[in-house]
Nanobody, 111 residues
Framework: QVQLVESGGGLVQPGGSLRLSCAAS????????VGWYRQAPGKQRDLVAR???????NYVDSVKGRFTISRNNARNTVYLQMNSLKPEDTAVYYC?????WGTGTLVTVSS
């Protein structure tokens, strides 16, 4: 059974930073691509960043230059470093791998 647990969300002021973590169990984590998604109230869930098993990354245009996705396979964990946060980044952030979702962590960017 694959399980994903997100953590690191919270309340931050515009321009601030947060680091999200996605810890996986039940799989050989290093084999799979992992994506970070977000869903704002009343909106659909959208891809934010993706990292492949080989470490290649891609980002949605709105976060390029501000967010960095990385992975530590020894810890079965993927990270999302978020800098220069904007109010429009407010959402529940989810990780996904092997067609499995975590339950999300809430990021609120507000002054």
């Amino acid at each position: 059974q694959v399980q994903l647990v997100e953590s690191g969300g919270g309340l931050v002021q515009p321009g601030g930073s947060l680091r999200l973590s996605c810890a996986a169990s039940g799989i050989i984590f290093s084999i799979y691509d992992v994506g970070w998604y977000r869903q704002a109230p009343g909106k659909q869930r959208d891809l934010v960043a993706r990292i492949t098993s080989g470490g290649n990354t891609n980002y949605v245009d709105s976060v390029k230059g501000r967010f960095t996705i990385s992975r530590n396979n020894a810890r079965n964990t993927v990270y999302l470093q978020m800098n220069s946060l904007k109010p429009e980044d407010t959402a529940v952030y989810y990780c996904n791998t092997k067609s499995t979702w975590g339950t999300g962590t809430l990021v609120t960017v507000s002054s």
